[in-house]
């Protein structure tokens, strides 16, 4: 099966132990010192859920057709608690998480906005701050998704940038080796929607959040970093280029956001190589519409692990389009993105997805999720991926609710052959899951 929970890597998980018990007491000391009165909320959520039957179409080394198998697994259990102070002048937020090893901090941060037009906040940010993706993003399938449900490739970048359910078993295959003229470590990252559409600040760090007009906004993120790859300290211009500045206007006829992110979510280190995103979103009646463009800069080039997103054989330039169309008994959801123009991994990456729903009663809603991945080489074949995900919603979009669905898919492959040589196989399974909240 794709890895469909989103979990920090041993890696990024080590390397944010060290600050993660300051950020906690950052919370605590803005809590005690913003006044007595300090009003909290707290929430929980648990998500569920079990593959009834999963397996594919492959055969054994005998030559035997794979057996069938079962799994399930909480994919969500966790704690919110947010609260304010000082007539809303100061605030705090924390969400702890797990399952067997119940007390991940994904989130902790303390803010302060001493005026309507200015807020600092200080912490580690799980989720990110400023993201420009509209329905493009976590929001194609949203609760669906996180309930191990949904196919939704290519949404959850980490600092591998992740796999795909285009190349889920083949990416650690294809990451040390060329294929061709290609890298197939670098595949795994343009393969992602948020490789045209900004995922947002996702770091430890600092924000400031200024808005001197109504209509404008500028964000600032500036990320803890230790240090560049393969030195031991950082220097201010190190942790300057690793920064994150929005212009965000908003007018009558949609939102404009333009975007330079210099940890490039793929690296988040110093001279891993930064992106600048441009974004336009709207809404005409039914109908709301996402366009994004992204131009990847090179950076301090790792032979040794060139998907940090520091390499030259990046794909400079991203393009995507997003559309939904919604009415009280249907709606669609198309989103489609597309890498190119590289020196080296010469070609054309496209993902697309498609998502058709209906309402079938005041409690129950069917979707038929599907997509299609293609990597168009400049000399050579095409190789094709694809899925189809149909699903049931019982219950409320946000409230407790049952799923359930099929998944069918096939990652990329041509000729009966995936990327790593391998003979082609299908993937399926049948998922139920339970979600609720309170």
């Not at 030559?63 to 609260?83: E, F, T, W």
């Not at 294929?179 to 670098?186: K, L």
């Not at 600092?206 to 990320?223: F, R």
């Not at 074949?381 to 699903?391: A, E, L, R, T």
């Given at each position: ?90 605030g705090g937020y924390i969400r702890v998480q797990g399952y067997k090893d119940f007390g991940e901090v994904e989130s902790v941060y303390a ?77 795994a990252a343009y393969m992602h929607n948020r490789y045209v559409f900004l995922e947002g600040f996702q770091e430890g760090g600092v924000s ?173 074949d095409s190789f094709v991926g694809w899925y189809f995900n149909p699903y049931l919603r019982v219950g409320a979009e946000w409230g407790p ?38």
């Amino acid at each position: 099966m794709i890895p469909l929970n989103r979990r920090l890597p041993p890696s990024r998980k080590y390397e944010e132990e060290d600050y993660m018990k300051k950020l906690i007491a950052i919370a605590v000391v803005f809590a005690l010192v913003s006044g007595v009165a300090f009003a909290v909320d707290v929430t929980g959520t648990v998500f569920g859920h079990i593959n009834v039957l999963e397996g594919n179409t492959g055969k054994d080394a005998n030559d035997d057709a794979n057996p069938l198998k079962a799994s399930g697994g909480m994919d969500r259990v966790r704690i919110d608690g947010s609260g304010e102070a000082g007539e809303g002048t100061f605030g705090g937020y924390i969400r702890v998480q797990g399952y067997k090893d119940f007390g991940e901090v994904e989130s902790v941060y303390a803010w302060w906005k001493p005026i309507d037009q200015f807020k600092l906040t200080i912490g580690q940010f799980g989720d990110a701050f400023w993201g420009k993706e509209g329905n493009t993003g976590w929001m194609f399938n949203q609760m669906p998704y996180d309930s191990s449900v949904a196919i939704n490739p290519g949404i959850w970048c980490g600092p591998y940038w992740g796999s795909s359910v285009y190349l889920a078993d083949q990416l650690q295959d294809l990451a040390h080796e060329d294929w061709g003229s290609f890298n197939g470590a670098s595949w795994a990252a343009y393969m992602h929607n948020r490789y045209v559409f900004l995922e947002g600040f996702q770091e430890g760090g600092v924000s400031l959040e200024i808005k001197p007009l109504d209509m404008l906004g500028i964000n600032i993120g500036i990320p803890f970093i230790t240090a560049p790859r393969g030195e031991d300290k950082a220097e201010f211009g190190d942790i300057l280029q690793a920064s994150l500045f929005q212009v965000d206007l908003n007018f009558d006829f949609g939102n404009i956001a333009l975007t330079y992110d210099g940890a490039n979510r793929a690296g988040r280190k110093a001279g891993d190589g930064g992106a600048l995103y441009v974004y336009y979103g709207g809404s005409f009646g039914d109908l709301s519409l996402d366009v994004g463009f992204s131009l990847h800069f090179a950076g301090a080039a790792d032979n040794d692990k060139p998907w940090w997103g520091g390499s030259d054989k990046a794909q400079p330039i991203g393009v995507g389009l997003g559309l939904k169309y919604a009415t009280d008994a249907f709606g669609v959801k198309f989103r489609l993105t597309a890498a190119l123009g590289g020196e080296i991994d010469k070609g054309t990456y496209i993902n697309t997805s498609l998502l058709p729903y209906f309402t079938i009663n005041d409690n129950m809603s069917a979707f038929v999720n599907m997509g299609l991945g293609m990597v168009s080489p400049e000399d050579g074949d095409s190789f094709v991926g694809w899925y189809f995900n149909p699903y049931l919603r019982v219950g409320a979009e946000w409230g407790p609710t049952f799923y359930f669905g099929i998944q069918v898919s096939s990652e990329l492959a041509y000729d009966g052959k995936f990327l790593n040589g391998t003979d082609s196989f299908i993937k399926f399974a049948v998922p139920i899951s339970l979600m609720v909240s309170f």
